[in-house]
């Protein structure tokens, strides 16, 4: 394989593409393996973001104070640097909204005709959202943001319900980011204990009908959690659990809750024992006879070792990198490196990036709409507004952490190649592309290097303006595949 092939398939298929100036966020094998001994880069700082704990006192902030919360984030994100047009395009953005809320009154109570005004949680999770784009934008570690976006998917919670609103960032950067080249356990365990996903399972109102509060009430366990770790976050749906096992856990996990809004420390984890289900439990042929919170820490422990485990994270790494249906030899290895290295997650990602199964020419993965969304934006440099990058994902279909349900959103490129799907991205492609002036034509050769075609290109060429040069280039097989 040539240099410029390498280059180009490490930035494409590994990041989020060549940027319009033909630099490569991505140089190489060799670099790639590089932002795996820094996962530091993947942490987000800054005075704008505020800790999962801290959000969730939000259920009852008062909007004046919000209001100059927003105000305060605005002004950090222009005194970071880098994104300056973009943190005052932001800020902006949450200071007109804010001033918007406070006109129109109470949510509901709007006059006909009038906007809906957002709430307090949905004025926290736009800031979240832009500097998660901004984040990828960056290009800083490209292979370990796309990384973060995996393990995000595989580990989901969505905002559509309303009450993760102002908790769908924290939990992203405290679950994942801080684990995305560590240990699958420690990410697994973070992900479990975090308010975020014991709200949106509902672990959080799981009651142990044998527990101290069950005997009081007519109210038993919710079976969502346990559920869900056995089929999406660990074994899959073929791991040879049984429904007895989903209950025994479900029961294992009761007590497992967070301190609310008014509580001495709104957010953090806590063990509720009045919930708890008392006795043994049986889970994957295993007693576990530990009393309290460690009975579900054993079973976790346990469930990220478990071969089927291993086995299921190594199909979905292969097939969200490398193809819907992977090479057997890959999956193979990368099942081989989880289990090698008791699910070393930074050991697992370098088996992926020095197979050379992983370095096929042929681009057959179809970017999804945020990855095609990132893409273009770096490609043509043109940034919209915060608020804007959120609505083009929302029609694109991706909407960041609004995923349809717990198996996150799909990935493979049938589920992305519906007629309406691809409609929907020639709009987004011709609507983006419609204040470009420059060179489409020179533009495709630094974005797409050695995989241009010279189909593509004289498709450029013969365009009649240059915004429909660039909607032909963000269209062209050889950008829409990695």
Do not use: C
């Not at 142990?208 to 038993?220: A, E, H, L, T, V």
């Amino acid at each position: 394989m040539s240099g410029s092939m390498e280059r180009f398939l490490a930035s494409h298929r590994f990041g989020f593409g060549m940027a319009g100036d033909g630099r490569a966020p991505v140089e190489g094998r060799a670099h790639l393996e590089a932002q795996l001994a820094q996962p530091q880069l993947a942490i987000m700082r800054g005075q704008h973001l505020t800790a999962g704990d801290g959000l969730v006192r939000y259920t009852d902030v008062k909007r004046e104070r919000l209001q100059a919360a927003l105000a305060a984030t605005a002004r950090a994100r222009q005194q970071e640097g880098g994104g300056m047009q973009q943190a005052q395009a932001g800020g902006e953005m949450q200071q007109g909204q804010a001033e918007g809320d406070m006109q129109q009154g109470q949510a509901g109570g709007a006059q006909p005709g009038m906007q809906r005004r957002p709430g307090p949680h949905q004025l926290i999770l736009m800031p979240e959202m832009d500097a998660r784009v901004q984040q990828a934008l960056a290009g800083e570690a490209d292979f370990l943001e796309r990384l973060v976006v995996f393990w995000a998917n595989h580990f989901t919670i969505s905002v559509k319900g309303g009450r993760l609103l102002s908790i769908a960032g924290p939990y992203e950067r405290e679950a994942i980011r801080a684990n995305v080249a560590g240990r699958f356990r420690d990410m697994l365990l973070a992900v479990t204990r975090h308010p975020a996903m014991l709200q949106y399972l509902d672990n959080a109102r799981s009651i142990g009908p044998n527990s101290r509060i069950g005997r009081r009430r007519d109210q038993g366990i919710n079976e969502n959690h346990a559920r869900e770790i056995l089929e999406l976050h660990t074994l899959g749906v073929d791991g040879g659990y049984t429904q007895a096992d989903v209950t025994n856990f479900a029961l294992a996990l009761t007590g497992w809750d967070f301190v609310g809004p008014r509580g001495d420390q709104p957010g953090a984890f806590r063990f509720n024992p009045n919930r708890h289900e008392p006795g043994p439990r049986q889970v994957m042929g295993k007693v576990y006879a530990q009393e309290g919170e460690d009975q579900a820490a054993a079973i976790l422990e346990d469930l990220a070792r478990h071969p089927a485990t291993a086995r299921h994270i190594a199909r979905k790494l292969a097939a969200h990198f490398v193809a819907d249906t992977p090479p057997p030899s890959l999956v193979a290895k990368l099942e081989q490196s989880f289990r090698r290295s008791g699910g070393d997650l930074g050991e697992i990602a370098r088996t992926l990036v020095r197979a050379e199964e992983s370095w096929t020419p042929q681009l057959t993965k179809l970017r999804t709409p945020y990855e095609f969304m990132i893409a273009a934006v770096r490609t043509s440099g043109d940034q919209p507004s915060p608020r804007r990058m959120n609505q083009m994902l929302t029609n694109l279909g991706q909407g960041v952490w609004q995923a349809p349900s717990p198996a996150g959103y799909p990935d493979r490129s049938e589920d992305w190649l519906a007629p309406d799907a691809i409609k929907t991205r020639t709009d987004f492609a011709i609507e983006f592309a419609s204040g470009y002036t420059g060179d489409a034509a020179d533009l495709a050769r630094q974005v797409l290097g050695p995989a241009l075609t010279d189909e593509t290109l004289t498709a450029i060429r013969r365009a009649e303006s240059s915004r429909q040069g660039l909607a032909i280039l963000l269209m062209s097989p050889e950008f829409q595949r990695r």
